[in-house]
Structure formats: structure tokens, C-alpha cells
């Protein structure tokens, strides 16, 4: 199983998601393209949370120095992003895919991050609650939906909104794999957690 992690827009808790996914299933992760925080990268984030021997993680495509969307990061490095040098890693296990920001996050002058998602990526998107998430979590779901893609699941991130949540799930008939509170920390324990309470629903991709 391949599961691409993507978000409504920047900072929603998609490393933290991809951490339990990864946990949960004792996947192997592949962020394509870091931008910026390379001593600290989201592949280093993953790596301090999870606990379970059999993870692989594997090099990023593309590691960019400035924290900026993507196609301006490798503006500033002096090159520019191409698709054909992104290549999935060859794994005999589970793979979770994390992409940067949302889905229409330029790469360059004609791609965006949906390009990176193939037909057989299980794509899940991390919903936080802001003023304004609904209307970008529905975006999100329809234009993925529109490029021929289904999303596999749901994972809400942060303060808990009720209302909110049941109107997405409603609205787009899209299963809930679970919500992540906002806790204090997020050490090896508290994914682990989280990681035994998702990984029925994870499972049932």
C-alpha cells in the first residue's frame, strides 16, 4: 500500500499524521521535497517519533535550502524542479508519501504537488480547524476528485470542532481514519498511541 499525506495548506500536522501513519503500519516514509530545516527535516521528524525497527526512511529528491514553496526554494538555490528526477523508492513494504503544503504548492513554472500523486497512491489529507478550513478542506477533496483521484480518508488535526468535522464527513462522504488532539508533545509514546487507535482504519484502505 502506497498512502500519499497531503494537507489543506501549510503547518495542519501533516508530518505529525505521516509520523503515525508510518508507525501504525510499520511503513516505510519518502518526503519528495524538503524545503528549508534540512538539519531538522520532516524525515528527522519521523525518525525521533517512531519507535518500530522495520521503517525505512528513504533520501529526498530534492533539499532545499529556504523555507519557501518549493519552486521559489530551488529558484533561490539556482535550479528548478523536474519531475522526471523525483523517482518513488523501490520498497517491498508499505510506503507513506508526504507531499509539502497543499496540493496546488508550485514545483516550478507549470507543476504543482498533485502532480506527485499517481493512480495508486491511497491519498489521505490532514484537516485543521481555522476560519476558512472548511471551504479549504472542500476544495482540497474536489480538486483531487477531479484530477480522477479518490481520497482514501480523512485525518483532523488540533482543537476539536464537532460541527465542523460532521459537515465535511457529511458533505463529502469521506471516512474519518481519525482525529489527533492537541497535545503537549509528540514523543515515541503518544504516536504509538495514536498509532494503535488508527491502524484498524488504516488497514482498511
Known amino acids: 500500500m502506497k498512502i500519499f499525506v497531503t494537507g489543506i495548506s501549510t503547518d495542519v500536522g501533516k508530518t505529525i499524521a505521516s509520523s503515525i501513519i508510518v508507525?501504525?503500519?510499520?511503513?516505510?516514509?519518502w518526503k519528495p521535497i524538503q524545503a528549508g530545516d534540512l538539519d531538522n527535516s520532516d524525515s528527522h521528524k519521523i525518525q525521533s517519533r517512531i519507535s518500530n525497527k522495520k521503517t525505512q526512511i528513504f533520501e529526498n529528491s530534492y533539499k532545499l535550502n529556504t523555507p519557501a514553496s518549493p519552486h521559489f526554494a530551488a529558484e533561490i538555490d539556482g535550479i528548478t524542479i523536474e519531475l522526471n528526477q523525483i523517482q518513488e523508492p523501490k520498497t517491498k513494504n508499505n510506503l507513506v508519501i508526504e507531499g509539502a503544503g497543499g496540493i496546488f504548492v508550485p514545483l516550478n513554472d507549470k507543476e504543482t504537488i498533485i502532480d506527485l500523486i499517481k493512480p495508486d497512491y491511497k491519498i489521505i489529507v490532514v484537516s485543521r480547524h481555522y476560519l476558512g478550513s472548511i471551504n479549504h478542506t472542500l476544495l482540497t477533496i474536489e480538486a483531487i476528485q477531479n484530477r480522477g483521484f479518490k481520497?482514501?480518508?480523512?485525518?483532523?488535526?488540533?482543537s476539536e470542532n464537532k460541527s465542523t468535522e460532521s459537515l465535511i464527513l457529511n458533505k463529502t462522504g469521506i471516512n474519518c481514519i481519525g482525529r489527533i488532539d492537541e497535545e503537549p508533545y509528540f514523543d515515541q509514546n503518544v504516536i504509538k498511541e495514536y498509532a494503535d487507535l488508527f491502524r484498524d482504519n488504516l488497514l482498511n484502505l
Open 151 to 158: 481520497v482514501a480518508g480523512i485525518i483532523f488535526s488540533g
Open 23 to 29: 508507525e501504525a503500519l510499520e511503513a516505510d516514509y
